[in-house]
């Protein structure tokens, strides 16, 4: 069965410094691999996806993540955090199959003091 | 471009009342889902369509819901009767071809049961 986790439910880190949410996942087969992110009181917004290609994936805001096969691993990168990057980040990961459906993780809270 | 459009935005109802919760997807995508967010679960997937139709309602918790979806540009959740356990946001999505597409949400239902 596929799987995603988050390890830490909150990260802390302050202005300027980089930040690093985790995710690692199982899946049979390869995977699709997400990254949405969720502002208070709103829907989730798309950040950046792993299909196929450079394991290193370049999103929106500045956001990166690294695809690691060895490991099963997606982590959500930034050089440096800004404040307005406070939010809930949710990483999924889909099998490559007609069928497959996208499963989320339990979410990880990035908060980002000045 | 209009995105994923959902209502009510926040519904507070008494408990054994009938709660409908409307979606209007992205025009020209093909998948709708339905997710349910609580604190304690996290992000679950009720239910997805494909082409209007129900493919997967693995996730719909029990016979009081039910989902709909009679065209294209429509669909609905209905909660029959409801409970305060139901309390949760839930989202409505939609994605354009393959569940491995990327997946746009509304700002979500914010239901309360007392």
């Known amino acids: 069965a596929q799987s995603v986790a988050q390890p830490e439910d909150q990260v802390n880190v302050a202005e300027g410094n980089p930040l690093t949410v985790k995710c690692t996942y199982s899946v049979s087969g390869n995977p699709y691999l997400f990254w949405y992110v969720q502002y208070p009181n709103r829907g989730l917004q798309f950040l950046l996806k792993?299909?196929?290609?450079?394991?290193l994936v370049k999103g929106s805001y500045g956001f990166e993540a690294e695809f690691n096969k060895s490991q099963t691993s997606f982590h959500l990168k930034k050089p440096s955090a800004l404040v307005s990057d406070s939010a809930l980040y949710f990483c999924?990961?889909?099998?490559?199959?007609?069928?497959?459906?996208?499963?989320f993780g339990q979410g990880t809270e990035l908060s980002v003091k000045p | 471009d209009a995105g994923v459009i959902q209502s009510p935005r926040h519904e507070v109802t008494e408990m054994g009342q009938e709660v409908t919760l409307r979606c209007k997807p992205i025009?020209?995508?093909?998948?709708l889902f339905w997710y349910r967010q609580t604190m304690m679960r996290g992000l679950e997937l009720l239910i997805y369509?494909?082409?209007?139709?129900?493919?997967?309602d693995s996730g719909m918790p029990e016979d009081r819901f039910s989902a709909k979806m009679p065209n294209a540009s429509f669909s609905t959740l209905k909660i029959q009767p409801s409970e305060p356990r139901d309390s949760a946001v839930y989202f409505c999505?939609?994605?354009?071809?393959?569940?491995?597409?990327?997946?746009?949400f509304g700002e979500g239902s914010w239901l309360t049961v007392v």
């Open positions: 999924a990961v889909s099998p490559y199959n007609p069928g497959g459906k996208l499963i």
């Open positions: 999505a939609s994605s354009p071809r393959n569940l491995w597409d990327t997946i746009y």
């Open positions: 025009s020209g995508h093909d998948y």
């Open positions: 792993y299909i196929t290609g450079d394991n």
């Open positions: 369509f494909n082409n209007n139709v129900p493919i997967d």
